[in-house]
C-alpha cells in the first residue's frame, strides 16, 4: 500500500526527471542552431575586440551562401597550443567569381574600390589580383595590420565546407549589446 508520503515523493520524482530531460532537449536544440563563440585575438577591431562574446548561427548557410560582409567563424588550418583545430573569425570580402585586386593600399572588387566604413585605418597591405574560386571565400580581419588573413598564404583562401557560422550578435561586453553588422 502507497502512504500519501511515498505518492508525493514518486510525484516529485518525475517532475525532477522530465525537467532534467526538457533541460536536455532544449540544451541540444539550442547547440545545434547556434555556436557560443568568445573573440581571443584583435584582427577585428574595431568592430570586434579580444573577449567580446557572440552567437553564431550555424543554420544560416545551410539555406544559402555567405555574403560580402558578413562576418564568419571557420575552421582553420592552424591548431591552438593544445592541438585542437583553431576556428578564426574574419570578414568575407571577395565571393566566388568575384575579382579581388588589392594595390595601393586600397581593395577592389571586379574593378571597383570597396567601401569599407568598418575599418579604422583604411590602408590594406598586400599586392594580390585573382579571382576567387568556387567553393572558396576570401576573408580579412577588419584590423588589417594585425590580422593573418586570406593575404597570408599560411591561412590562403577560406573554403566552405569549414564555415561554422555567422556572426550575428555580440553579448558581452553588455554595453555593446547587438546585431552585428
Same mark, same amino acid.
Given at each position: 500500500m502507497i502512504t500519501g508520503g511515498q505518492k508525493m515523493n514518486k510525484e516529485n520524482i518525475m517532475e525532477w526527471i522530465k525537467t532534467i530531460?526538457?533541460?536536455?532537449?532544449?540544451?541540444?536544440?539550442?547547440?545545434t542552431f547556434i555556436k557560443p563563440t568568445i573573440v581571443k585575438n584583435y584582427s577585428m577591431i574595431p568592430t570586434l575586440?579580444?573577449?567580446?562574446?557572440?552567437?553564431?548561427?550555424?543554420?544560416? +548557410? *545551410?539555406?544559402?551562401? @555567405?555574403?560580402?560582409g558578413d562576418i564568419i567563424v571557420f575552421q582553420s588550418p592552424l591548431k591552438t597550443p593544445s592541438g585542437k583545430d583553431k576556428l578564426l573569425i574574419k570578414r568575407v570580402i571577395a565571393v566566388p567569381g568575384e575579382e579581388i585586386a588589392i594595390k595601393d593600399g586600397k581593395v577592389y572588387i571586379d574593378g571597383e574600390h570597396l567601401e569599407e566604413p568598418y575599418l579604422q585605418d583604411p590602408y590594406t597591405e598586400g599586392n594580390i589580383n585573382m579571382v576567387v574560386p568556387e567553393g572558396k571565400l576570401f576573408t580579412m580581419g577588419d584590423n588589417r595590420r594585425n590580422s593573418l588573413d586570406s593575404r597570408d598564404e599560411v591561412l590562403g583562401?577560406?573554403?566552405m565546407e569549414t564555415v561554422v557560422g555567422?556572426?550575428?550578435?555580440?553579448? +558581452? @561586453?553588455? *554595453?555593446?549589446?547587438?546585431i552585428l553588422h
Open positions: 530531460v526538457l533541460s536536455l532537449v532544449i540544451a541540444l536544440i539550442i547547440t575586440d579580444e573577449n567580446n562574446f557572440l552567437i553564431v548561427n550555424r543554420l544560416l +548557410y *545551410n539555406r544559402g551562401t @555567405p555574403q560580402r583562401l577560406t573554403s555567422k556572426a550575428f550578435i555580440r553579448l +558581452y @561586453p553588455l *554595453n555593446r549589446i547587438g
